[in-house]
């Protein structure tokens, strides 16, 4: 999708370290961390969310990569994140699950 962030992260355009990749996702540091670990894991596929999302394997893939980067690096304890609309503060309109690592994580909202 043209200046999609995401897109062009996840097709090499934007040059980045990805933690982790598969033919179907890439796993990268996000640029504004917010805890001591916050990774973004985002399809190469571009869906604007989670309600775009029209291929179940997709989900499989998502959740699947986080299981495998946490035990990439060595992450136990994790929450992961999926924000869906500007109300629950989606800012990048390329779907991505957070995962936040490291602290003490506080309350969701
Ligand atoms: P959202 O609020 O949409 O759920 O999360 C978007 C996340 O993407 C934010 O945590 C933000 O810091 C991160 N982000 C935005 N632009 C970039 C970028 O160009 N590179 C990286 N690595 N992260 C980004
Ligand atoms: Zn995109």
């Known amino acids: 999708m043209d200046n ?3 897109c062009k ?3 090499g355009e934007i040059k980045t370290d ?7 996702v890439v796993v990268f540091k996000d640029i504004n961390p917010l805890a001591p670990i916050h990774l973004l894991v985002v399809p190469k596929k571009h869906y604007a ?22 035990k990439k690096e ?3 304890s994790y929450r992961t994140v999926i924000n869906t609309g500007s109300e629950s503060g989606q800012e990048v ?10 602290k003490k994580l506080g309350s969701l909202c």
């Open 74 to 76: 060595g992450i136990k």
């Open 18 to 24: 990805f933690v982790y990749e598969n033919d179907k």
């Open 9 to 11: 992260i996840a097709n």
């Open 93 to 102: 309109f390329h779907i991505h699950v957070h995962i936040l690592s490291g």
């Open 49 to 70: 969310d989670l309600n775009e999302i029209d291929d179940k394997n997709i989900l499989a893939e998502l959740l699947n990569a986080v299981k495998e980067v946490c």
């Open 4 to 6: 999609c962030i995401f």
